[in-house]
């Protein structure tokens, strides 16, 4: 299936040009007009209010990288979930319009049984990663 390209890409451009131009004037501008002092207490470290208390450089419990690679898979089966639901939302709408591309994904075999199942291939697959990562003591903060 072909999408066909109109139009021009020129106020794309120009507004990626303008934003670009925009962050450097307000970087500047920043950097001109803002206070200059400098001190102890300005240069000091500052994390939440607190005096630092050690060396930065310190070892982390692993658990805190297995929660954060947990939390990038969640949040890619988002990005994967949207267009999902986008396509299965429309196809009815589409099919009832007698679109075309609604009737290529029909002859091709994508029918919304295909697209639940193709989902559901989806979902099974992260239950066994969930699984297996409870299984390994992720949720556990003894």
């Known amino acids: 299936m072909q999408v066909p ?3 021009d890409f020129t106020p794309i451009a120009l507004l990626i040009l ?7 004037v307000i970087a500047l501008a920043t950097h001109l007009i803002g206070p200059q002092r400098s001190g102890d207490t300005k240069m000091a470290t500052y994390e939440s209010g607190m005096e630092p208390i050690g060396d930065a450089r310190r070892r982390f419990n692993v658990r805190f990288y297995l929660v954060a690679v947990l939390f990038i898979v969640f949040d890619v089966e988002l990005i994967f979930l949207y267009p999902w639901a986008t396509v299965a939302g429309s196809y009815h709408e589409a099919k ?11 002859a091709t075999g994508h029918t919304p ?5 193709v989902i559901m291939v989806f979902f099974v697959l992260l239950l066994v990663g969930f699984i297996y990562e409870w299984q390994k003591g992720i949720f556990k903060w003894d």
């Open 113 to 117: 049984l295909y697209l639940l199942g």
């Open 18 to 24: 303008g934003v670009i131009a925009l962050a450097g």
């Open 5 to 7: 390209v109109t139009g």
């Open 96 to 106: 009832a319009a007698n679109a075309a591309w609604a009737n290529e994904l029909a």
